[in-house]
């Protein structure tokens, strides 16, 4: 899938490419260089073989350009120069080379292409020691490594979590190709399909090989859902599926949206009034993504208000906080609400304090959270609250006191579902919070549920 008219990424990239040079200028400031030097990488083999994992550009790389797949390539930025790419384009009968760059960015890079990889360091700065080399230890170009400054990187990253709108419009082509293929999802569960069929429908609706996905698809059907990173694939259906969970998201020139529903099926009504109070909720939490909003605040009220809604729904007979303070919301809510995305599925400096390095350390009981800044606009993180019933957690519960609040007959029924997650990816802003994946499923025309 491309991105549509309206998306005007040539009018958006200008601006986008105006900042990345300025953050690079005061990363360079901060680690006493001259340039910035960013390889886009090369790839690594596999053990005993000739083969090659599958092939992940340099998120640094990617900052820069819409393009995932040039390993050898370089970038190379000096503050009051025009960047320059050094773009490898081997001569290769075994495999495809990239295509010549093209397309509404290239008209600001000098673009010098070579053919082998060691030909790329008659291009780069003459002084390997005035650099700031960014990336993977792999890939190097004779004397030239990359050494990845703390000083450089703190920046850069920290800086990273907030997106132009050029990125922004990135994820919004990204959150309609993944829900491309939750909308197959969807329909392949209620035909009846096996995990791996309703996966192979997935990669179908999308257009993505497996190697392009941003993260290994979680299909799971019934119990299978309380297992939070499945990604087994089962090929046989079962006889009657009760529940299904699938995380998986779509990819745009490396940037990635990231979505999970839950469906029951049309006999689980009881399944299906928790689903809607998971939903319900998980709109609350999407509104109050808003600038100088604590995450993990956000993170410890969404415990609140789902033990809140299994109270409501008798699996519980104390009060929210109690539960919470009992350790009960953890058995039921182990993860985060959320992260940061970009880049990255999971994007960097997610509990950078500032730009020199420093952290804030996750509160106390939340091990899993994975972001723990306050909110800014362009910064776009999912919110994915969850309910679960994980036979490990639901047995060290039981032999806690706190197990005298919950009724374990309801529960018990439930284990057949496994759990239920709902995930959107959020930007924030100014002002009211922009859901993209809200957003791509009210551009399509059946329901989400």
């Not at 994820?171 to 909308?183: C, E, L, P, Y």
């Not at 979680?218 to 969970?245: C, E, T």
């Not at 953890?330 to 509990?351: E, K, N, R, W």
Request: some cysteine.
């Amino acid at each position: 899938m491309t991105a549509l008219p309206q998306d005007n990424l040539s009018a958006l990239y200008p601006a986008h490419l105006a900042e990345i040079e300025k953050r690079s200028a005061d990363a360079l400031a901060a680690c006493g260089r001259d340039s910035l030097v960013v390889a886009a990488g090369l790839p690594h083999g596999w053990f005993l073989d000739d083969q090659n994992y599958p092939f992940k550009t340099n998120p640094h790389f990617l900052h820069w350009l819409p393009l995932a797949d040039a390993p050898g390539s370089w970038i190379v930025c000096t503050p009051g120069t025009r960047p320059k790419l050094v773009f490898l384009q081997p001569r290769d009968y075994w495999h495809v080379a990239p295509a010549a760059p093209a397309g509404y960015w290239t008209e600001h890079f000098d673009i010098v292409t070579i053919r082998e990889p060691e030909q790329a360091r008659v291009h780069l700065p003459k002084d390997p020691s005035r650099c700031a080399i960014i990336g993977e230890a792999n890939a190097t170009a004779g004397d030239f490594a990359p050494d990845n400054p703390a000083a450089a990187l703190d920046l850069l990253q920290y800086r990273r979590a907030l997106k132009t709108p050029y990125e922004i419009t990135m994820m919004r082509v990204a959150s309609r190709i993944g829900v491309h293929g939750h909308r197959a999802a969807e329909k392949a569960f209620r035909g009846g399909l096996s995990e791996f069929d309703i996966h192979c429908k997935y990669l179908e609706a999308t257009r993505l090989a497996e190697s392009q996905l941003p993260y290994g698809n979680i299909i799971a059907l019934d119990a299978h859902a309380a297992v939070l990173h499945y990604m087994h694939h089962d090929r046989n259906p079962p006889v009657h599926a009760h529940s299904f969970l699938i995380d998986a998201g779509g990819q745009f020139h490396g940037y990635a949206s990231d979505i999970t529903r839950t469906c029951a099926s049309p006999d689980a009504g009881e399944f299906q009034a928790l689903i809607d109070a998971v939903e319900s909720a998980q709109q609350g939490f999407c509104a109050k993504v808003r600038a100088g909003q604590s995450y993990p605040d956000l993170h410890r009220h969404a415990h609140l208000v789902l033990m809140q809604a299994m109270r409501h729904q008798g699996f519980v007979t104390c009060s929210p906080e109690a539960a919470v303070a009992e350790g009960i919301s953890s058995t039921f809510f182990p993860h985060g609400l959320g992260h940061l995305i970009g880049l990255q599925v999971h994007d960097v400096a997610g509990f950078a304090r500032d730009e020199a390095g420093n952290t804030i350390p996750k509160p106390e009981g939340h091990p899993y959270l994975r972001l723990t800044r306050t909110l800014e606009p362009g910064m776009v993180v999912t919110i994915e609250p969850g309910l679960y019933f994980i036979d490990m957690l639901l047995e060290e519960l039981k032999a806690k006191p706190a197990a005298k609040n919950v009724a374990w007959g309801k529960v018990n029924a439930f284990r057949k579902y496994g759990g239920i997650r709902i995930e959107d990816d959020v930007v924030c802003t100014e002002g009211d919070p922009v859901n993209l994946t809200r957003e791509a499923f009210a551009a399509t025309a059946s329901p989400q549920h």
